[in-house]
């Protein structure tokens, strides 16, 4: 029995309830094992999710270790997820990424080396590369056609994870390339939204669009099932909240989220996002993760002492 910086998990193989964060009881393989493993430097959740039936495993939205006043890495959080997987003989299918985040450094690269599996991420990726390649200057060397990645995905294709059928969905406004997963009854919805007393993301990094992110969420994950899981990327602790959490429910989320609740309007939720977001000071580590992110979780090309340098744009965000 592995436990993980949140609470114990059984192993997907048995047939019994496996996720970490829920404790609605099911057999069926439409509803998938999950294990979270939060990282509270960065309030960061990954994600284990298995089919029951084959182990066949995805890794959601995992996360490197990176001291910003060092610039040294470390894989804490990833050798957890590791450890993991290789204790309960999971096989890993995927590693996915919701979006090229901001906040926190990706461990894909690390985690593709000891378990194997495709690294995958939105087509719209290209449009941050972009944006953020002018940003960072990177020149032609860098390419802007989503390369670092093995699978780029679009809304509607086809996916199964083992035996579970699985849906892609599209869910802009945060950043072009939003992604959210859905597994059987099971979503993640990287940062599109927060638990329902702290809300949703915000939209003003380049790209972000706050009309897109209210019709990701009324228009496309409102549409599911309201019994479907919310695994979500982030928790902040709402004011007054004493533990930290990261899963809810549709329903939940369309009943009571402060800001994107069934009865607020798009344009109720744009001025409140917009007038929210010009108060919010950036991400600590958004210059290093981006930089990382945007090339799949590998550092820049060493220059010529061997070591890899990440740039600090200045007075340019």
Known sequence: MTTTNTTATTPPATG???STTSTTSTTSTATPFVAAFFDEPTNTVSYVVADRDTNKTAVIDSVLGYDAASGRTNYQSADKIIDFVKQNKLDV??????????DHLSAAPYLQEKLGGKLAIGKEIIAVQEVFGKVFNEGTEFQRDGSQFDVLLEEGTP??????????????????????????????????LFMPDFGTA??????????QLYRSIHDKLFTLP???????CHDYKAPGREEFKWESTIGEQKRTNVHVK?????????????TRDAQLAMPKLILPSIQVNMRGGDMPEPEEDGVSYLKIPVNKL
């Open 16 to 18: 019994t309830t496996a």
């Open 93 to 102: 299918e995927w590693l996915m990424e919701t979006h090229a985040h901001a």
């Open 159 to 192: 996916f199964k994870l083992g035996t579970i059928d699985a849906q892609v969905l599209h869910t802009p406004g945060h950043t072009p390339a939003c992604m959210s997963y859905v597994f059987g009854d099971a979503a993640f919805v990287g940062d599109t």
């Open 202 to 211: 915000r939209c003003d990094f380049p790209g972000g669009d706050a009309h």
């Open 226 to 232: 309201d019994e479907t899981r919310v695994f979500l």
């Open 262 to 274: 069934q009865g607020i309007s798009e344009k109720e939720f744009v001025e409140m996002r917009t």
